[in-house]
């Protein structure tokens, strides 16, 4: 049954935060399923978290739950998302919360799923299980917009990323490095919180760059690189070629190159053949359909600026952080300038917020 917000109390909205920290320090490792985070507290103590693990199982309330270190009868537990209800490749959580004779649950929002979708409220209403909706609903909300928007849409969600210096500046042969250390390690979480990072072989070439996660402890988070390279283009000798294993890297081409497809191949890499359209560019909504088919559901675009470009006039972006730098680099031999901020500021102007760290200014567009 449904309780109105009113009806919550301070500490019922004290424990779901701690419950939705939970859900989002796991965003973005949880594979196909959503990452939610669960409390269990009993006379107004905690006595058990759970967070989904990583890759999606076990789930939240089964972490929960084995985790107590009392017995969970007469329990409240608060729950991130409405739990799951049927049989996949582990028993419903339903079935286990009636079990272990919790009292009540409280979840902000019914899960888009529709075999969960709504019904497991009247499954624990009908073992005389209290349910409580609604509890920080929009906080809930905003924690799962990839997850609906992979659901609904079966699209993932795209994050765009740029650098750049004062004078619009993204890349310089004289002074590569643009931003400093703080917006360094921020990009690197964006990288953890994805399963997959699109450039292009032109990049490629030009950087050299290594496209992984190098936050300490979380490397083997890394996220699957994804590389648009209509003419296989993509330099042999490169780092992300070099390191080619187990499939970890997504080489989107339309080249009749054999000595260059059998290399790549034999390496690991996996090739998707792709047409182009009329103008010979690849078709980016076809190639995000196919990514979400095989598994990448948050994508991080780090490209120049022509396929930054490309992204923002289709609107595709559902978030973009631009990293500006207090200096100015030199204009001399090579280099390139961001020529979309317009079109920033006029598709993505209604969702933005802004940021300091240390002497870099990041604005987050959303659309």
């Not at 999606?56 to 729950?79: L, T, W």
């Not at 004062?166 to 921020?186: E, G, H, R, V």
């Not at 090579?334 to 209604?350: A, G, H, P, Q, R």
Request: glycine content about 6%; hydrophobic content about 30%.
């Amino acid at each position: 049954m449904s309780t109105k917000k009113d009806n919550f109390t301070p500490k019922d909205k004290k424990f779901m935060k701690l419950a939705l920290d939970l859900a989002r320090a796991r965003k973005g490792l949880t594979g196909d399923n959503p990452s939610v985070g669960c409390v269990i507290v009993k006379k107004g103590e905690i006595i058990s978290i759970g967070q989904t693990g990583y890759g999606g199982r076990p789930h939240a309330e089964h972490n929960a739950i084995s985790n107590c270190f009392e017995d969970p009868k007469d329990s409240k537990m608060y729950i991130t998302l409405e739990p799951c209800n049927h049989y996949g490749k582990t028993p419903p959580c339903t079935k286990n919360i009636i079990k272990n004779q919790i009292r009540e649950v409280y979840y902000p929002i019914e899960d888009i799923d529709l075999k969960v979708k709504g019904k497991s409220s009247l499954i624990l209403e009908n073992s005389n299980i209290k349910v409580k909706k609604g509890l920080l609903r929009k906080e809930a909300l905003n924690l799962y917009n990839s997850y609906y928007i992979n659901r609904k849409k079966k699209l993932p969600y795209v994050i765009g990323k740029i650098a750049l210096s004062k004078n619009k500046i993204i890349y310089s042969d004289i002074s590569k490095k643009i931003t400093n250390k703080k917006s360094d390690k921020l990009t690197h979480f964006l990288r953890l919180k994805c399963d997959g990072i699109m450039i292009t072989s032109k990049t490629l070439n030009k950087d050299n760059p290594k496209l992984n996660c190098r936050l300490e402890g979380y490397t083997q988070h890394s996220p699957k690189r994804i590389i648009l390279d209509k003419n296989l283009k993509i330099d042999l000798k490169s780092y992300v070629v070099k390191s080619i294993k187990n499939r970890n890297t997504i080489i989107f081409y339309n080249s009749n190159n054999r000595i260059k497809k059998n290399f790549l191949i034999k390496k690991g890499a996996l090739l998707i053949n792709q047409p182009t359209q009329r103008h010979k560019n690849f078709d980016l909504k076809k190639i995000l359909r196919k990514l979400y088919m095989i598994g990448i559901k948050n994508l991080l675009v780090e490209g120049g600026d022509r396929l930054t470009k490309s992204f923002l006039q289709k609107r595709i972006f559902n978030e973009f952080y631009m990293f500006k730098s207090s200096k100015n680099l030199l204009k001399e031999n090579e280099y390139v300038n961001f020529t979309s901020s317009d079109i920033l500021n006029t598709k993505y102007d209604k969702y933005k917020t802004n940021f300091k760290l240390g002497t870099d200014k990041v604005t987050i567009y959303k659309n």
